[in-house]
Structures are given as structure tokens and as C-alpha cells.
């Protein structure tokens, strides 16, 4: 089984809906990540937790939330979803040394 | 604020060719500087992690340099392979912000 996974791989959604994207892991890092791609910008952080009360925005948290519901899961919401939201969303775990351990990826299209 | 660069965009070499690929960053304060390698529509995976205090890493036909001083990291591939094409991205670490170069994109050519 994936250390770091995503749920679900792909969503296609309306301007306005809310959306939640999901992420588990099993390799018992506190800290964990959200980020997404952009076609030419590489990946942007979008929050941080660091554990389940510790919660930090990053570069572009404008637009998203984040639920910390257990070690093992960090979630990431978009309460309204606009066009340019759609992207590559990444999850990605931490360890002591700082190396970053990442999921498979959500695909998001807004339409 | 920290700025990642990566040149060049993209490369295109032939097997069996040696090349380097490259990383700078404005802000010499890194905690780490991290390689991935990303398949189209795939996650990053982790190919070598450089602590602040180290000047490189090898693993395998890679071998990442760091010089802090001047913002810069290589990632040397040896004897490249068609199966090392993908995109290769930099990341550093600073005080829990995390910032990535765009990618190089490299195709290795039979």
C-alpha cells in the first residue's frame, strides 16, 4: 500500500460547488503539507500543519481551508470553487530531516 | 522572499550521454535542498535530500552538489537512460517554507 494517498485522483466540478480533497498516511509524520501545480510554476504551498492543532497558511491560502482530523489525515477545502482552482493538488508528508514524501495527486477541473 | 530557478526548461539529450541539471535559489538561508523526479501525471518522487551542512549526495547514477554560498545545486545523471526521462524539480527548505523551482523537463533519446 502507498505510504501517502489521495482521494479522489480526479474531480470535475462546477464554479461554486464545494469541493474537499482528502489525503491519508501511514508513515507517522506530523507534519504534512497541501500544494498545487501549475502548468510552468511548479508546485505553491497552500497550508501546513505541523500537528492536529497546529495549523499554518503558505504562499497562496486565499480561497482554501484545511481540516487536521488525525495525524494520519489532512484534508484540504475549497468552499467555493472558481476556474482558476483547477490544478494539480499535492499532499505530501515531512519527516525530522525535512524530506518531503509525496501522494499520487488530485486532478481538479472547475469548470 | 525565496525565488527558485531552474535552467533549462527542458533538454533533450541522447543515451548514454552524462548531463546536469540545474537549481539556484536567492536566499542562501536553506535548512535542505531536495531533488524529485515526476512523471507525467504522477506524484514527485524523492531522488536525493541535501542537508545545509552537506555538499553532496549520491545515489545510484546521481550525484546532487549544493553551494550554498552562491544559491546554486546540480543534479549530475550518468550515462543516461531513456527511463530517466521525466521532470526533475528543485525544492528548498527554510524554516518550514517549502519553495520549488518550475522543473527542467528532460527527454532522454534511444
Known amino acids: 500500500d502507498a505510504d501517502v494517498t489521495q482521494t479522489p485522483r480526479n474531480r470535475i466540478t462546477k464554479t461554486g460547488k464545494r469541493i474537499m480533497l482528502e489525503c491519508s498516511q501511514t508513515k507517522g509524520h506530523d507534519r504534512m503539507y497541501w500544494y498545487r501545480q501549475d502548468p510552468g510554476l511548479g508546485l505553491r504551498l497552500i497550508y501546513y500543519s505541523f500537528d492536529v492543532k497546529d495549523i499554518n497558511k503558505g504562499e497562496i491560502s486565499d480561497g482554501y481551508s484545511v481540516s487536521r482530523q488525525a495525524q494520519a489525515k489532512f484534508s484540504l477545502s475549497l468552499e467555493s470553487a472558481i476556474p482558476n482552482q483547477t490544478a494539480l493538488y499535492f499532499c505530501a508528508t515531512v519527516d525530522r530531516m525535512d524530506e518531503q514524501f509525496f501522494g499520487p495527486g488530485t486532478r481538479l477541473t472547475v469548470l | 522572499k525565496q525565488e527558485v530557478t531552474q535552467i533549462p526548461a527542458a533538454l533533450s539529450v541522447p543515451e548514454g550521454e552524462n548531463l546536469v541539471l540545474n537549481c539556484s535559489f536567492t536566499d542562501s538561508a536553506i535548512y535542505n535542498l531536495q531533488w524529485f523526479r515526476q512523471d507525467p501525471g504522477k506524484g514527485l518522487t524523492s531522488l536525493l535530500l541535501?542537508?545545509?551542512?552537506?555538499r553532496e549526495q549520491t545515489s545510484g547514477r546521481l550525484n546532487a552538489s549544493l553551494d550554498k554560498s552562491s544559491g546554486r545545486s546540480t543534479l549530475y545523471i550518468a550515462a543516461s537512460q531513456p527511463g530517466d526521462s521525466a521532470t526533475y524539480l528543485c525544492?528548498?527548505?527554510?524554516?518550514?517554507?517549502?519553495?520549488f523551482g518550475a522543473g527542467t523537463r528532460l527527454t532522454v533519446k534511444p
Open positions: 525544492a528548498v527548505s527554510n524554516n518550514n517554507d517549502m519553495r
Open positions: 541535501i542537508q545545509s551542512s552537506q
